[in-house]
């Protein structure tokens, strides 16, 4: 049985930083394309980063050169670096993994499989 679970979301002020995981188990991770969304409440859910097999990296422009993606095969685990943080990134936080994912697919919600039960970033004064 597959299985994401996240962890690291909390409350920080503008222009902190956080940590956000996501740890698979049941499946080989290393085959994986593990991205990041995020629905902030009343909108639809939007890609906010993903990494691929091979360590391919995408990020949405609104996150670019704050947030860095990585993962760790070794511990089935992705990672999100969220620096900078604006209270327009306040919203849950998904991780999403998928083994069949093409290029052209990354950044579409319905083309996951899998997802994490999320864990929620509020960024406030």
């Known amino acids: 049985q597959v299985q994401l679970v996240e962890s690291g979301g909390g409350s920080v002020e503008p222009g902190g930083s956080l940590r956000l995981s996501c740890t698979a188990s049941?499946?080989?991770?290393?085959?994986?394309?593990m991205s990041w969304f995020r629905q902030a409440p009343g909108k639809e859910r939007e890609f906010v980063s993903a990494?691929?097999?091979?360590?391919?990296?995408y990020y949405s422009d609104s996150v670019k050169g704050r947030f860095t993606i990585s993962r760790d095969n070794a511990k089935n685990t992705v990672y999100l670096q969220m620096n900078n943080l604006k209270p327009e990134d306040t919203a849950v936080y998904y991780c999403?993994?998928?083994?069949?994912?093409?290029?052209?697919?990354?950044?579409?919600?319905?083309?996951?499989?899998?997802w994490g039960q999320g864990t929620q970033v509020t960024v406030s004064s």
């Open positions: 999403a993994g998928s083994s069949t994912i093409i290029l052209s697919s990354y950044r579409q919600a319905s083309a996951y499989a899998y």
């Open positions: 049941g499946v080989t991770f290393s085959r994986y394309v």
């Open positions: 990494i691929g097999r091979t360590n391919n990296i």
